[in-house]
Each structure stands twice: as C-alpha cells, then as structure tokens.
C-alpha cells in the first residue's frame, strides 16, 4: 500500500501538463475534422469515442506512454474515423458495413412485434414515443422507425413506404 495517495510532486506535475496537453490536442484534432466526427454516434463513432476516452486515460495516467505516442494514436483514431465516414458518404458499401439501417416498427397503427423482438424494444418503448409525441394511441402513428442511432422517430401520415425518405428502411421482419 505505498504511494496509495501520492507518488511524488514530479509524478504530480508529470499528470497535469500530459493531461492538459494531450486533451488540447484530441480537442484541436476533433474540432478540425469536421462536425460529422462529433454528431449523433452510431456503433462505429461510439467505438471511435470508446478508444478516444481509453487513450485518454492511458497516455495521462501510465508513466510508460510518452506523450507523442498518445497524439499519434489520437490523430490515427480521428482521421480513420473521417476518412472511413468520406468514404461511406461516397460508397453504398462502405456506408452498409459501417451503418446499420433504419427498422419499420409500427406501420399504419399496427405494431410489428418481429421487427421490435429483433431489435429488442418493447411496446413500452413504442408507448414512451407516442406520448412524447403528444400522441393518444399506436393508431395515430403511421409509422415508427427505429433509427441507426438507437433514437425512435415517429412519422405521422405515411402514403408509401416507396417514396425516397421511406424506401431505405429495413422492412425485413
């Protein structure tokens, strides 16, 4: 139990610049790589920020890190990020294996129980939507799309599930 509380000043000051240096720079590094980097997460940025946040703690905490060797991981976790996100924007492929798509769970009022066992939410989730949308039952709802997020989005009036804005979503149940 020695050093419990405290190792040494220089141990101390050693902690203090790498945290504020290394935090600066994963700052400056997200900043400059564009808002999509900091949007809603999707499973991919949520390991992204995941492997940021290990990184972190890492490079300030461990003695046996240097400093450099945490920026490079930063700049190498970001910029894959981006380059993997312009890469999905421009390619269908790309985009399908890093983003899941979007799953009908109610359509015309009626509840689609597949679609939500396998997406593991249940009608009280459905409901929750509902009243949050100032909504009275599943009936007033045309449609509720589980997003790539995670997030529930209710649409109101659905005439087609063939327009453009509706024709990307999982209706495989």
């Given at each position: 139990?020695?050093?419990?509380?405290?190792?040494?000043?220089?141990?101390?000051?050693?902690?203090?610049?790498?945290?504020?240096?290394?935090?600066?720079?994963?700052?400056?590094?997200?900043?400059?790589?564009?808002?999509?980097?900091?949007?809603?997460?999707?499973?991919?940025?949520?390991?992204?920020?995941?492997?940021?946040?290990?990184?972190?703690?890492?490079?300030?905490?461990?003695?046996?890190?240097?400093?450099?060797?945490?920026?490079?991981?930063?700049?190498?976790?970001?910029?894959?990020?981006?380059?993997?996100?312009?890469?999905?924007?421009?390619?269908?492929?790309?985009?399908?294996?890093?983003?899941?798509?979007?799953?009908?769970?109610?359509y015309k009022?009626?509840?689609?129980?597949?679609?939500?066992?396998?997406?593991?939410?249940?009608?009280?989730?459905?409901?929750?939507?509902?009243?949050?949308?100032?909504?009275?039952?599943?009936?007033?709802?045309?449609?509720?799309?589980l997003e790539?997020?995670?997030?529930?989005?209710?649409?109101?009036?659905?005439?087609?599930?063939?327009?453009?804005?509706?024709?990307?979503?999982?209706?495989?149940?």
């Amino acid at each position: 139990m020695v050093n419990i509380f405290f190792d040494s000043w220089e141990s101390m000051l050693r902690t203090f610049c790498i945290t504020i240096f290394a935090y600066i720079f994963m700052v400056l590094l997200l900043r400059s790589s564009g808002k999509r980097t900091l949007s809603k997460m999707n499973a991919f940025d949520f390991i992204v920020t995941i492997a940021l946040g290990s990184t972190l703690s890492a490079v300030t905490l461990n003695k046996n890190i240097p400093l450099l060797d945490g920026m490079l991981v930063f700049f190498l976790l970001i910029y894959l990020q981006y380059a993997i996100t312009y890469l999905s924007v421009r390619s269908e492929t790309i985009s399908s294996f890093v983003k899941s798509t979007p799953t009908l769970l109610v359509y015309k009022g009626i509840l689609l129980k597949s679609a939500m066992k396998k997406e593991r939410v249940n009608k009280e989730e459905i409901y929750a939507i509902i009243r949050k949308k100032g909504m009275q039952s599943v009936e007033d709802a045309g449609a509720i799309i589980l997003e790539t997020d995670g997030s529930l989005t209710v649409v109101k009036n659905v005439d087609s599930l063939q327009n453009p804005v509706m024709s990307r979503i999982n209706l495989s149940v």
